[in-house]
């Protein structure tokens, strides 16, 4: 009774206790749901299938966990090898950069030294090029298995 009595006082110091106990659990609310969003940023960008969506639509948070249980579940069943296998991506990039390299130096040729499609020394390079991406790209394939 004694408190509630204090509290109806609506004296100063009672008010403003009040009001910063308030104001303070406002602010750890906030840091809360910050935190919150910032590990479902962070599951959006480690998880595969949330990562290839992101650009095409806004996820929800149930989405973003549900995604990321089904992908730790297929880690799981695989043993840890899946998305993450680092060789592999490593390999990967290097392929794609690879092609973008090839395709840079054929865009090049033509549009900066002007040498047309039919040029000899331009079929020549595109082709010894397109050779050996497809030859690393073999070889890749042969060690990761």
Known sequence: QSTSSVIRSNSPTTTSQIMARKKRRGIIEKRRRD??????SELRRLVPTAFEKQGSAKLEKAEILQMTV????MLQA????GYFDAHA???????????????????YLSSVEGLDSSDPLRVRLVSHLSTCASQREAAAMTSSL
């Open 78 to 81: 695989t043993g840890g090898k």
């Open 70 to 73: 089904d992908h730790l579940k």
């Open 35 to 40: 935190r919150i969003n910032n590990s479902l």
């Open 89 to 107: 991506l490593a390999m990967d990039f290097m392929s794609i950069g690879f092609r973008e390299c090839l395709t840079e130096v054929a865009r």
